[in-house]
């Protein structure tokens, strides 16, 4: 009981009046933050929305240029580093300071993978004269322009996601950190809780992302 | 010296704008001095007269503050169908009005009439026509603002936009750049002269030197050589541009568009945009080897092909006639 | 005399200051910072108004001109109005309010201030480096392509000022949702605190877009990504939506705390609770709804299509009752009240003028025949500053006047400040009234060369402008002054309900030595007035 309260206490910050409250307002905070993550990159999803109404051919074609099987995968990878931070929360809910740690680094793992699965892909597409700029040639239409606008919309979503994936592996590292310190008990775990919120938002991105980017009108030539 | 405080009515628009503007100030002024009194009145009569006074709360009443609502509310909705419907009509420019060609770029209006006639900065156009400016602008957005008319529309890189008027007036009118433009964008304005109509044909007469734009086109077409697939039986890799104006046209993607200035254009700078049914795509695009002036001067030749005259067409230079009540009269007013 | 501890003297160093989670010292932290921006914009606004006396661009090059107002722009909006109501008097005085001891996340709070400042540093380093030229609105494509000016430097302080904006947004909303004291439910919340939680809505919201946009233009003038550039089949157009979908809500930032701050004076100087308290709250939400939906009216000669401008015309009427609403809820609740003309009271019955003038002008332009002819003109800009400067400017001169006694436990000298608010509403109005007439005439903004028969009217706004800036100035010193002369307060020298008057002047670092439990409805004057006015 003691130690409860003593976990309590450490944590407790002045402003609030009692754990649950704190709890409470740091869950609610994350909520809300990733709102405003939701309208950051719908402006992103406005835009490429709208330019996909008005090039459907050439944003086909250029859909199909990308790999649907690595994209595939790495939508596979996110989802299972989604599942291994619900593990690490439940982890943490349950007081087991070993599986947390387990879980969180399993996570970390996975999504660094992601990130360079993403890396061979940009790369791809580095190779392929698809990155817009000077040396941006993509074969098969006339509409240049068009077809760039594509891709620089394709580069600064997946960019965007993966600038929240790199912070998010950096939460992980952060979380680790405390975690092999014993920092997480089961009454006062809410930092792992609003991570795995985080990283949570990240991977349903991406669940959007990929549908968008890699697989509508893929049938196009 | 002279202070206006009140810009001059000189299109068909003018009065109704001036009419809405009346009724706002009446409902503004209203409403003002309403409030204005009763803060006056209110702030004297209730008046602190002792440090411990504690007046009663007064209860809202729900059909106060529905009353207060609504009927402003009624008010404002009559403010909306008002504008609404001049806004309505200044999109709608008449099937007989005549058109200009505007392309805007930093810092100037460079004007072109179907005749052949080019201003800079300056439009002529005669009075109790419809007049209807299609344009675009080269750079980056501008506005064209012509304020005794009370009329205003942002000219966009890129797109064709309209404006339309009746000059009712003659005399010379303020034109304003009203889209912030860059370095001289206080400077980017000019005069827009409305003439009676035969001293409009007089004026229109001086353009025969250039050659109406529909002349200028058919020679620019030649020079890009358009002709060679474009031909005229249908024949070649493109389509016919003849009667092609106006028509409506079927795409390789099974959307149905009309053949208006916005397509001929865009079929001139980004050819594989639309692609027409049953051809390829094998047109190289022209952007970079043609100004917005030659796809002005194309398209006016394309409409030339076209069996109905086309919307606004004036009189050919051959045809100009001088005689008063004759070529020019205008028709009735909107 | 003053040996009691407070949160102005519990720690001296700068340290304590830069470092602090107080929400009262960030108060303060803020409230220099926004002065500062105040003067840099009012700098730019004083040389534009000089300039503008004569029709010829004869005391700056257009260069320079274009700068000038493009930085008073930048500088007043985002730097100066959006974060001052709820950055300073809503930092200090909602967590007190609603009883809490700060906000639910001070260190979050210290980070909105500092990024507040490192994006008020990039946008000073764009002035000084040589300008912007864009306009605030900076619209596509010029600003990503034709400009030559530090448009990054100054988009990148917009966006960095921007999640300044959005994180004390987060904080309040968390705030009121999960601190309010026992026994303060939402309808006995005061109205400023109902205000700023609906202006945290929007800011949560409607800051992101703008802060994506400007990575967009950000990414089509370093990478020429073409998506506002139509030779590479991007829209320019698209950019003036994208813009205006924060934009339009952004005024709403800008004036919903405004009101808050009038509520809460209107009700203190007439000893009543404020007519139609529930009205007055569901229309500061309504105002917050609606104002998402109106963004199209300031694209009606855009290009934009016909029927969306029809959509947005008519929304716009709508936003625009909830706000009327409010005037006339504020006017009742003078009937039969008690009224002191102190000079928190002035400033709200001019804010009230003021804000009338400029809302009604609000419906002018949302009648879309009519906004054909001005916008873009003098009428519009006076529009704009009838509802930023009449509006919400008065109103925080008026909440600063308010609590300023709660703030520093002094008293400002009353009749200097009445006197400071009779000439800041001449010099206002003589400043832009000329302007609605210039409008309609079709004078264009942003145009510093124009046709002569204009400049008499440009004249008298000048003359207006420089009784508004001594109009300013008065403040400014008697404030400072009364810190060192002014005369000692206690607890409640208004006489005011509200739990932020049930504690010291100046407020102990903890707020409350107590957590107070609220039993009454908001303005219960019966509670404060009982023999005489409370005098702590």
Redesign the interface.
Known sequence: MAEHAHAESLALREQFDTAEQQKESSTFGMWIFLITEVMFFGGLFLAYTIYRNTYPTVFGMASTSLNAVIGALNTAVLLCSSFTMVMAVRAAQLGKRKAIIVFLILTLLLGLVFLGVKAYEWNEKYVEHHIPGASFHFEGTAQQGPAQLFFSLYFAMTGLHALHMVIGAGILCWLLYHAARGRFTAEYMTPVDIAGLYWHFVDIIWIFLFPLLYLIDRHMK | ???????EQASN?AP??DH??YY?VA??VF??VL??A??FY??IR????S????????H?GLA??IA??VI??GL??I??G??????????RPPKDAAQVYVVAK?WMWKVQHMEGQREINELHIPVGRPVKLVMTSE???H?F?V??F?????V????Y?TTWFTATKPGKY?L????????????MGGWVYAMEPQDYQIWLSGGRAFGSLAENGEKLYQDLACGNCHKVDGSGRCPSLAGLFGRNVQLA?GRVVKADEAYLRESIL????KVVAGYQ?LM??F?GLVTEEGVLQLIEYIKSLSPQPAAGAGTTPAEINVNPGAAGAAPSNR | METREHYLNAGHSLKSWLLTKDHKRIAILYLITVTIFFFIGGIFASLIRVELMTPQGDLVSSETYNKLFTMHGVAMIFFFLIPSIPATLGNFFLPMMIGARDLAFPRVNLLSWYLLVIGGAFALFAMLAGGVDTGWTFYTPYSTTYSNTWVIATALGIFVAGFSSILTGLNFIVTVHRMRAPGLTWFRMPLFVWANYATAVIQVLGTPVVAVTIVLVFCERVFHIGIFDPALGGDPVLFQHMFWFYSHPAVYIMVLPAMGVISEIISVYSRKPVFGYHFVAFSSMAIAVIGFLVWGHHLFVSTQSVYAGLVFSFLSYFVAIPSAVKVFNWTATLYKGSISYATPMLYAFGFIGLFTIGGLTGLFVASLGFDVHVTDTYFVVAHFHYVMVGGTIMAFLGGLHYWWPKMTGRMYPENWAKLSAAIIFIGFNLTFFPQFILGYLGMPRRYHVYPDEFQVLHVLSTAGASVLAIGYLFPMVYLMWSLRYGEVVGRNPWGATGLEWKTQSPPPVHNFDEIPVVTHEAYDYSTVIKEGVEVG
């Open positions: 010296m002279k202070v206006p405080l009140f810009p628009f109704d704008v809405l503007l706002l409902v503004s409403f003002t409030i204005f009763a803060i209110f702030a209730y008046r602190r007269r440090e411990h006074e504690l007046p009663e709360p007064v809202a106060l503050e207060w609502s402003p509310f404002t909705m403010m909306f008002w504008g609404a419907n001049i806004f309505f009509k200044e999109s930093q750079d980056v957005i506005s603002f304020p005794a009370r009329t205003k529309q942002d966009v890189p890129g797109r936009s303020h304003f750049c009203a889209e912030y433009c860059g370095t001289k964008h206080s400077g993607d980004q050819p594989n945009a795509p190289p695009t952007q």
